[in-house]
């Protein structure tokens, strides 16, 4: 290995192993069963049909099986003791904006990162596909701290995508192997998707995958994408353009700031519906904190 990579790995190793020991903490002591039960719901898997007997869960009689034989029967259910998370790294370069200390790409990667951990520490299998400028990056789910922790590692390791995107393609449809990703991992597995979500309609195959997976979208947003800042002209390089681009905070881009704005919060609604299942990290706040209480809410959704 050379100096170089050596160097890629070991930094987002060292961030790994600082923020593990805040994990540990997270789910020990303040998520307790929210992450696994927000995820599984109910937390069972249909097993087979058997004989109702006295004290059984009515809401389980299967009624055509009891119609059929004449006399009652419940579906039986068996614990699934073991969750799959597919995380989808949708890295387009305008996650490289970022007007405070750090870039959207940074504060997403670090959110990837702590849910890849969150399920080492519950035992789950975690697995990611990475979509940058060249051909798709794809890790199967694998299980254990060791095992995860390498491919968090590979995945904060990937170098910043260098390209010019075409028309239409900022949100992945064309990057990201949506097809693979009908087959990469057992149902109702979790699926992830994390990027910056420009308006764009939902990639080809995606009610598919919908309803094959428990899926949710991870975002960040900067403040400057919430309210432009005011003060005078402002100078700032625009990733997605490849450019610098000077602001005049006048009416005009203010006025097509809040269009671009409603169109892609009605993009992110279209794509996943239930507000439970959208997370948006603002760039200049908590990572961890901001997943925790993420979690937290989910636990409340009907069946969790």
Known sequence: ????????????????RQLEWRVRH?????LSGEYRSSFRGRGMEFDQVVRYEFGDDVRDIDWNVTARLGEPYRKKFVEEREVTVLLVFDDTPSLRFGS?????RDALLELAGLVMLLGA???????????GSGEPLIQPPVRGRGAIMHAAATLLSQ???RFAPEPGSEAGAGRVPWRFLARAAPK?????WLGDFAPAPPPEGWSVLRRRYQTMGF????????ELPTGGLISTFDPAAGQLVTLEGSSAER????????QREESYAELFPQPLSRLILRDDTDALETLVQFFKARQHLPGG
């Open 1 to 16: 290995m050379s100096v170089e990579s050596a160097e890629l790995v070991s930094s987002p190793l060292a961030l790994l």
């Open 26 to 30: 997270a789910v020990e002591n303040v």
């Open 100 to 104: 405070g200390s750090r870039t959207k």
């Open 121 to 131: 520490v519950n035992r789950d299998r975690v697995g990611f596909v990475h979509a």
């Open 159 to 161: 170098p910043v995508p």
């Open 188 to 192: 109702h597995s979790v699926l992830i």
């Open 219 to 226: 975002r960040v947003d900067d403040p400057w994408e919430m």
């Open 255 to 262: 006025a097509a700031q809040a269009q671009w704005r409603q």
